[in-house]
């Protein structure tokens, strides 16, 4: 009978390593295209994005065929959404806007089952042909909090003492916007908030996570970042923008 399946984005985490997971993917075709090229995770986007009960058991099962965990944005911290997403395949479940440590032990217990929460007992797809895989099934999962507004920060001492949450995500674009600069995720205060926040993350012994680019990952490394997710979009436009230019220069 075969194992059940190892979280290598969770283990590599636990073992102190900076991690990256590219963001906003939407179909399975992506995740066949990104697959191959060693990202730790593809955060799969159901907050934002159109995906479908049925598309999303397809794009975690090309996760599984290219070794990369397959974490998912689910649109609230809702326990029968986290239920349904973890049994379609999903090894992590991104919720958002935890703002309270009440929130951050809803999250957790709606995605682990018992004793540690009461996550539905139905294993779906990860469970097939996998022996007693309830008992195992918790160490695989993951749970990401995102810290999206002021009140978030304000909570966060507390929300840090929630067992079983493996990542806390500070959102820079959403915190700008209940900070009043809205669309201005480097304002200053922003900024200095978002810095703040990660310090007191990784003080406490709890893994950091926060949106990434070309230009700062090397300074959030060095923070203690471990959970980098990045997006694709920025390297697309570059490398357009490089190439028509220079079918532009050729065609004057």
Sequence with gaps: MPSIRKNNLKEK???GQPTVTISGVLSSEMVDFLGPLGFDGIWLECEHGGVTWE??????????????TPITR???NEPWLITRTLD????GIVTP?????????????????????????FGGRQSYGVTDYFHGANDQSMVIVLLEEVEALQNL??????????????APTDLAQTMGHLGNPGHPEVQAAIDGA???IVESGRTAGTLVNDANVEDYIGKG???????FNAWIVRGANEFLGKVSAEGR
């Design 97 to 121: 806007h935890i703002n309270t440590r009440a929130e951050a032990e809803k999250a957790a217990q709606s995605s682990k089952y018992a004793p540690l929460g009461y996550r539905g007992m």
């Design 198 to 200: 990660l310090a007191r």
């Design 225 to 231: 970042v471990n959970f980098l997710m990045t997006s």
């Design 13 to 15: 985490l636990a073992s």
């Design 55 to 68: 598309q999303l058991g397809d794009m975690t099962r090309a996760c599984d065929l290219w070794g990369v």
């Design 157 to 170: 001492d507390e929300i840090l003492k929630v067992d079983d949450i493996d990542v806390f995500f500070v």
């Design 88 to 91: 379609r395949g999903s090894m």
């Design 74 to 76: 689910v649109n609230a």
